[in-house]
Nanobody, 120 residues
Framework: QVQLVESGGGLVQAGGSLRLSCAASGDIICVSVMGWYRQAPGKDRELVAGITNGGSTNYADSAKGRFTISRDNAKNTLYLQMSSLKSEDTAVYYC??????????????WGQGTQVTVSS
């Protein structure tokens, strides 16, 4: 089992910045890819950014140039630095962890989510 706890959400004005954190605990040795997703009211959950154990990253087009994903493996923590925030970034942001051990895919875990609200 892997537990994920997000923090850092809140209310921010358009153009502002926030940093989200996701602390992982439990059987983290098998965590491979981690990512941030978001879900706005009435919309499907969508990928914001992902990062592998080796540090390779990918971003949704909406996040490129404004958001930066990073992970501190020593602290077992995933981050999402968000800047130049827009009202359309308003959503619940979720942390996701994909597990894989000995080449075998394992469970996928989600955090409980943290609300980000951008006021215009």
């Amino acid at each position: 089992q892997v537990q994920l706890v997000e923090s850092g959400g809140g209310l921010v004005q358009a153009g502002g910045s926030l940093r989200l954190s996701c602390a992982a605990s439990g059987d983290i040795i098998c965590v491979s890819v981690m990512g941030w997703y978001r879900q706005a009211p009435g919309k499907d959950r969508e990928l914001v950014a992902g990062i592998t154990n080796g540090g390779s990253t990918n971003y949704a087009d909406s996040a490129k140039g404004r958001f930066t994903i990073s992970r501190d493996n020593a602290k077992n923590t995933l981050y999402l630095q968000m800047s130049s925030l827009k009202s359309e970034d308003t959503a619940v942001y979720y942390c996701k962890a994909v597990t894989s051990c000995a080449g075998l895919s394992g469970p996928i875990y989600w955090g409980q989510g943290t609300q980000v609200t951008v006021s215009s």
